[in-house]
Every structure is written in C-alpha cells, then in structure tokens.
C-alpha cells in the first residue's frame, strides 16, 4: 500500500485541530498538530516572518517523512496560503500520495472559535489578520479530494465523510 497523507485545508478556527484529532482517535491515522511544530520553531519571531514561515514547513515536511517511516498514513493541517506551503507539498507529492481536503466553517464562526481558544497552544494572530487569512484560506482551489463541511456537523458525519474521501479511486485497466 502507498504511503497516504492526508492535509486539511481551510481557515483558520475552522476545527482542522478537531477534525485530525478525531481521525487520530477514532480511525487510529496519527495526526501531527502543526501549531505544536510552529510554537517550537517560532522563539521571539513574528508569526509573518518569511524564514520562521519557511522553518515551520521544513520542519512540518520532516515531522512527516519521520512519522511515515513506522506507519502508512498521517494527517496534518494548514491553511495552506503560503510559497513554503506550496514547495513542502510539490515535494510530497513527489514521494507520497498526498489527499487534499478542504474545511468548510463560516467565517464568523472560524473568527469566534479563535477568540475562545486557549491561546497558549496557538500562533497568536490579531482578529485583523485571522479574517485576512481566512479570506484567502476560503477561497484557496487546490485539487482537493473532497470537503469537509464543519458547520455543526456530527463527529460521525465528519468521519463518514472523511472515510469517503480516504478511500483510493479504484480505476479498470483496459
């Protein structure tokens, strides 16, 4: 079987962190929580440094291919709005099958959970700048897979949808 990654993909505050860990409870695929990877490289750096940008992929990109070397399949988040982004995932690509998958919130909603989450496990980002990415993050075309709508959906909902978008299309060799 080919080694399988799986990048949710949307605005921030729309329950990426939720849904990859719902997937590493329930479906047993590890999730690898990007903040954490972040909070470590970030020391006294603004969060929209272009070198801390591309350290946190570099090291999002390693946390991978370490992860993958004892499993088959991992998950992790992104926004997915930034050029180191776009390298880590060319380069991916290159030796993984990489599933794009989009979270859908309303923005209204993404921007009210980042004011209520515990910011001491977070990049802290002003609400000016939460709705600026979060423009950009929904309106993002990447070739995904498949969606996840995360407006008051049921865990069940979410993991039957991610199953769906899990499973390798089957194609006949004529």
């Given at each position: 079987?080919?080694?399988?990654?799986?990048?949710?993909?949307?605005?921030?505050?729309?329950?990426?962190?939720?849904?990859?860990?719902?997937?590493?409870?329930?479906?047993?695929?590890?999730?690898?929580?990007?903040?954490?990877?972040?909070?470590?490289?970030?020391?006294?750096?603004?969060?929209?440094?272009?070198?801390?940008?591309q350290e946190v992929f570099q090291s999002i990109e390693q946390a991978v291919r370490e992860k993958?070397?004892?499993?088959?399949?991992?998950?992790?988040?992104?926004?997915?709005?930034?050029?180191?982004?776009?390298?880590?995932?060319?380069?991916?690509?290159?030796?993984?099958?990489?599933?794009?998958?989009?979270?859908?919130?309303?923005?209204?909603?993404?921007?009210?959970?980042?004011?209520?989450?515990?910011?001491?496990?977070?990049?802290?980002?002003?609400?000016?700048?939460v709705r600026a990415i979060n423009l950009q993050a929904a309106s993002k075309n990447l070739n995904?897979?498949?969606?996840?709508?995360?407006?008051?959906?049921?865990?069940?909902?979410?993991?039957?949808?991610?199953?769906?978008?899990?499973?390798?299309?089957?194609?006949?060799?004529?």
């Amino acid at each position: 079987m080919e080694k399988s990654i799986y990048i949710l993909i949307g605005p921030k505050g729309s329950g990426k962190t939720f849904i990859g860990t719902l997937v590493d409870r329930r479906l047993q695929i590890p999730f690898l929580r990007v903040e954490d990877i972040a909070l470590q490289v970030k020391k006294e750096r603004q969060y929209h440094d272009v070198d801390y940008i591309q350290e946190v992929f570099q090291s999002i990109e390693q946390a991978v291919r370490e992860k993958l070397k004892t499993v088959e399949e991992v998950i992790f988040e992104s926004t997915g709005l930034t050029d180191a982004f776009d390298q880590m995932l060319l380069r991916l690509q290159g030796d993984y099958r990489v599933v794009l998958i989009q979270v859908k919130t309303e923005l209204e909603e993404c921007l009210r959970r980042v004011k209520t989450r515990d910011q001491s496990i977070h990049v802290n980002v002003s609400d000016e700048h939460v709705r600026a990415i979060n423009l950009q993050a929904a309106s993002k075309n990447l070739n995904f897979a498949g969606v996840l709508d995360n407006n008051q959906t049921s865990e069940e909902t979410l993991i039957a949808t991610f199953q769906l978008i899990r499973k390798p299309v089957k194609r006949d060799h004529l």
